[in-house]
C-alpha cells in the first residue's frame, strides 16, 4: 500500500477490522456483571452500535506510533465505555425518548436504573483503565470526565438563552472535542515509540483530536439543522427544541434582522416550533448564509486537524488519520 | 490519658478536633467547581452534615497506626465525597423530599442538575485520591463503589419483594458496611508501620468496618421502623413505604402466623399504610420479639467489631474504636 495515495473508508476499516472486533468483545465482556439489569442495559446500549469513532482514533493514534500491545484494545473499550456512561445520563437530562432509532435505555428500564447503570459505567471504565497501572492515563481519563460533566451542566444553566460563539466552542470543546482529544492521547500514551519527545507527540496528536471533534460536533449541529429524520434517526432540529443555540443559529443571530432574531429567540425560549416553524428557521440561516459559515468552520478546524499531525512520519494509520477529516464533514449523518 | 479506661464521646472528639476540622475544609475546597451550580449543590451538602462517620473510621484507623501525614486528611474528605455522591443518586432514585431534615437537592435543583452533580463528586472524588500515587488506594475506590452501585440496583430489583435474611446482609454490607470497611482500610494502606504484616493489618482493621457497617445498618433499619420523625429527620417507616423489607420484618415474615405474614406482604406491595397501619406493622414486630432480635443482631456484630482490632497495640485511637461500636448500637437516631 503507497503512503502517498489517499485513503479510503474501505482501506481503514481493513486496517483497524481485527482491532475494531477485539475492542466489541472488551465493551461486551467489560459490560458483563453479576447483577442483571446491568448486564442487560449495557448490551442493549453495545447492540444499539454507534460509530465507533472514539476507539477508532485511538487505535490510529496508537498505530501511527507502531503500537503492538494489548492496551490498545482494552483502552479502546474503556473510551467507548466513558461515551457510552456519559450518553446514558444525558438521555435522562434530555428526557431522551430515542437514541440511533431506538427507543432510549431511559424510555426502556426507567430513570432510576439508568442513573445507577450510567455509573456503573463510568467505574468499570476506570476499573479498566486501572489494570494499566499508569497515572498519566488515569489523570487523563478522569480529568476528561469531570470536564464532560461540567460541560453538561453548563449546558443546562444556557439552556432557551442566546449564547456567543466562545460558550458555544467552549460547550462542543466539553461535549465531543474533549474526549477525541484524549482519545488521541491514549494512544499515544500507551505506546512506547522514538519518533521524538514523547510528551510533544502526545500533544500534537490531542490536538489532532481536539480540532476534529470540533469540526464533527458542528457538523453534527449543522445536520440536526438540516438532515431528514429517517437518515438521522432522531426528530430533527431536537436541538432548537432543547433550547440549544448552535453555530449556524449564533451566526444568524448576531447578523439577522429583528425580525430573525426574535424568530429565532422565540424558538429557543418555546423550545418548540408552534410559533415558528422549522421551514422559517432554514429560510433565515440560509438568507444569511448561516449553514454555510458552519460547514465552512467545520471545514477550517478539519484541516487544522490534518496540520496538527504533519510531522508524524509516514504510515498507513497515518494515511487514515489524514483521511478521517474528510469523512467527518462530509457525512449525512 | 489511661490506655485501659473506656473512652468517652468528649474525648473521642477531642483526640480528633483538629483533623475533623481539617478534613471538613478539605471536603469544601474539593467541592469548588468553577461551574457555579456545582459549588452550590456540594456547598448545600457539606451544610447539611452528617456524623462523619467515614472519616472519623479512616482517621482512627490511620492513627492507631501512627500516622502523621496528610494522606489521611486527604482521603478522609474522599470517603465522605464518594457517600455524598451515592446519597445525591439516591435521592433521585428513591424520588425523596428530605434528606437530614432538609429538601434533599433534588427537590430544589431538579433530577437533571443532581445526576450531573453526583456524577461530579465521584469524580472529584477519584481525582483527589488519585493525588495519593497509589494503585492499592484507587483499586480499593473503584471497587468500592461498583459494589455500592450494584447494591443500590439490586435494591430496586428487589422492592416490595420479600426478601431472606442473606438477601438483605448482602444488601446492607453493599449499602454502609463496604465504605465502612474501605474506609479503615484506606486508613492502614496510607499509613506505614511497623506493627505486622501490612496486608493482615489492613484486613483486620477492614474486619472491624465491615462487622461496624452491619451493625450500624441494621440499627438505622430498627430506628426507621420505631423512631419519632422530629427525632430521625425523615418520615418513619420509609423503608417499608418505599417496599423495604428489614431484618426485624424479615423476622417477623418467617415467624408470624399466616395473618402476620399477609399484613407485611400487603404494606410491601402497596407501600403505604392506607390498608394496615403503622401501629399495627410495630404490634406484629413486638409480639414476636423482631426488633429485639434485629437489635441482638447489631449487638453481636458490634462485638464482633472489637473483636477484629484484639491484636491492635493499645492506644487512643484503639479505645476510640473500642468505644464507637456502643455509640453506633445506642444511637437514637
Known amino acids: ?30 459490560s458483563a456483571s453479576n447483577v442483571a439489569v446491568i448486564t442487560d442495559i449495557a448490551q442493549y446500549l453495545i447492540a444499539g452500535g454507534g460509530k465507533r469513532i472514539r476507539p477508532l482514533l485511538l487505535l ?5 506510533l507502531g503500537s503492538t500491545g494489548h492496551s490498545r484494545i482494552r483502552l479502546g473499550a474503556v473510551v467507548e465505555m466513558l461515551h457510552t456512561a456519559t450518553l446514558v ?34 467505574m468499570q471504565a476506570f476499573s479498566a483503565a486501572l489494570e494499566e497501572r499508569s497515572f498519566h492515563v488515569l489523570d487523563l481519563l478522569i480529568s476528561l470526565t469531570q470536564q464532560m460533566v461540567e460541560g453538561e451542566l453548563l449546558q443546562i444553566e444556557k439552556l432557551g438563552h442566546l449564547i456567543n ?36 507527540i502526545e500533544s500534537q496528536l490531542g490536538e489532532y483530536g481536539r480540532n ?9 449541529d449543522v445536520l440536526d439543522l438540516t438532515a431528514a429524520e429517517d437518515v438521522l434517526g432522531k426528530p ?23 425580525a430573525d432574531r426574535e424568530a ?28 454555510e459559515y458552519a460547514m465552512d468552520t467545520a471545514c477550517a478546524y478539519a484541516e487544522a486537524a490534518r496540520q496538527s499531525i504533519a510531522d508524524l512520519p509516514p504510515s498507513d494509520a497515518k494515511r487514515a488519520l ?6 467527518v464533514t462530509s457525512r449525512d449523518r
Chains 1, 2 share one sequence.
Not at 485513503?7 to 461486551?28: H, K, M, N, W
Not at 490510529?60 to 501511527?64: D, E, S, V
Not at 438521555?91 to 450510567?118: F, Q, Y
Not at 460547550?171 to 465531543?176: A, D, E, N, V
Open 1 to 30: 500500500m503507497s503512503t502517498l495515495s489517499i485513503a479510503t473508508a474501505a482501506e481503514v476499516f481493513e486496517l483497524l477490522r481485527e482491532d475494531l472486533a477485539a475492542i466489541e468483545q472488551e465493551f461486551s465482556r467489560q
Open 60 to 64: 490510529l493514534a496508537a498505530k501511527a
Open 89 to 122: 445520563h444525558d438521555d435522562i437530562i434530555d428526557e431522551a425518548d430515542t437514541r440511533r432509532g431506538r427507543p432510549s435505555s431511559n424510555t426502556t428500564w426507567g430513570n432510576s436504573k439508568c442513573v445507577l447503570a450510567g455509573d456503573w459505567l463510568y
Open 165 to 200: 460563539e466562545e460558550e458555544y466552542f467552549d460547550l462542543i470543546y466539553r461535549k465531543t472535542a474533549c474526549l477525541f482529544k484524549v482519545s488521541m492521547q491514549l494512544g499515544a500514551a500507551i505506546t512506547p515509540h522514538d519518533f521524538g519527545d514523547a510528551a510533544i
Open 212 to 220: 476534529l471533534g470540533l469540526a464533527f460536533q458542528i457538523v453534527d
Open 236 to 258: 430533527v432540529a431536537s436541538d432548537l427544541r432543547e433550547g440549544k443555540a448552535t453555530l449556524a443559529v449564533i451566526h444568524a443571530l448576531e447578523r439577522g434582522t429583528g
Open 264 to 291: 429565532i429567540r422565540t424558538v429557543l425560549a418555546d423550545r418548540s416550533f408552534t410559533s415558528v416553524s422549522h421551514p422559517q428557521i432554514l429560510e433565515i440561516l440560509r438568507r444569511h448564509g448561516s449553514l
Open 322 to 327: 489524514m483521511w478521517v477529516p474528510g469523512f
